[in-house]
């Protein structure tokens, strides 16, 4: 099993700054990437960013594209979320997720793709 603890959302003014941070315990070896996704009240959850457990490769939603960026830290076993010049309809819980190896191609923006997910960490932004 892997555990997942979101950190550091709160209420943030538009065009503000925050950073989020997802950290890993347990079988964290067979992970293989990371995701985070978010989901407004009364929404579907929608994908926001993914990065590789090697951090060589991230994708980005292209709602998000160019203000968000995601990292992570292998020595803490922790993936980051940076966010930017955030708008209030950034407003959401975010999740972060976490990918085991399989078989198929990997596709970042699904979030069945996911086997194991945070408790979330509420983002609203004000306008």
């Known amino acids: 099993q892997v555990q997942l603890v979101e950190s550091g959302g709160g209420l943030v003014q538009a065009g503000g700054s925050l950073r989020l941070s997802c950290a890993a315990s347990g079988r964290t070896f067979s992970v293989t990437a990371m995701g985070w996704f978010r989901q407004a009240p009364a929404k579907e959850r929608e994908f926001v960013a993914a990065?590789?457990?090697?951090?060589?490769?991230?994708y980005y939603s292209d709602s998000v594209k160019g203000r968000f960026t995601i990292s992570r830290d292998n020595a803490k076993n922790t993936v980051y979320l940076q966010m930017n010049s955030l708008k209030p309809e950034d407003t959401a819980g975010y999740y972060c997720a976490g990918r085991l190896l399989t078989p198929t191609a990997w596709v970042p923006a699904a979030s069945r793709e996911y086997a194991y997910w945070g408790q979330g960490t509420q983002v609203p932004v004000s306008s």
């Open positions: 990065i590789t457990w090697s951090g060589k490769s991230t």
